[in-house]
């Protein structure tokens, strides 16, 4: 199993540039999720998703929009990106909802806006 | 919302034990708590999970008192390689589906 894969691994945009970032897990978990994670911060919620065809918001979802057509993919876009978006984005999967279930986190975006 | 505390940053030194605390007095009766790791550029790892009394694996032990508003992260004999950051996580059943919040973390340096 290659887990949860990201890509890319890094990225650099122009403020007003659009783009997506790409998580794919193959562990057929039903829980998905985005973090943004700033220089010395902690992680942040972005949006997640309970399963394919359902997502909610996180902590921090403005200039975010997130879909799930299949279980194994999870896009996040950036509508209009900001240089206050410039962070490190991290993907999650876990088998289900539940906090009993351990999350297997990818390897990470890191996306610098210009 | 169940959110946590914890300290910002500890030092300690190699071969010493150390005790990370952290706080959630809103935890949900069906949560979990769980502890991350995770070292400069990568995403996190799962060290340890429990939801009372104690727990302990081959990298960790996990206390967590009756009341369950807060545990205690213990790391044995801590080597240079430990240095990394920790977070405690309990899930937020709000509205009957989960977000996993993540505090701002326990900083750790071992010293030589």
């Known amino acids: 199993n290659a887990g949860v894969t990201q890509t890319p691994k890094f990225q650099v945009l122009k403020t007003g540039q659009s783009m997506t970032l790409q998580c794919a897990q193959d562990m057929n978990h039903e829980y998905m999720s985005w973090y943004r994670q700033d220089p010395g911060m902690g992680l942040r919620l972005i949006h997640y998703?309970?399963?394919?065809?359902?997502?909610d918001q996180g902590e921090v979802p403005n200039g975010y929009n997130v879909s799930r057509s299949t279980t194994e993919d999870f896009p996040l876009r950036l509508l209009s990106a900001a240089p206050s978006q410039t962070s490190v984005y991290f993907c999650?999967?876990?088998?289900?909802?539940?906090?009993?279930?351990?999350?297997?986190f990818g390897p990470g975006t890191r996306l610098t806006v210009l | 919302l169940a959110k946590t505390t914890q300290p910002i940053s500890m030092d300690s030194y190699e071969g010493q034990e150390v005790n990370i605390t952290c706080s959630h007095n809103n935890i949900a009766t069906n949560d979990y708590i769980t502890w991350y790791q995770q070292f400069p550029s990568q995403g996190p790892r799962f060290i340890i999970q429990g939801y009372k009394t104690k727990v302990t694996n081959e990298v960790a032990s996990l206390f967590i008192p009756a009341d369950r508003k807060s545990s205690t992260l213990s790391l044995p004999r801590v080597s240079l390689s430990d240095t990394a950051v920790y977070y405690c996580l309990v899930g937020d059943g709000l509205g009957g589906t989960y977000k996993y919040i993540f505090g701002t973390g326990t900083r750790l340096k071992v010293l030589a």
């Open positions: 999650a999967s876990s088998s289900s909802e539940s906090s009993y279930n351990e999350q297997f």
């Open positions: 998703s309970v399963g394919a065809g359902i997502t």
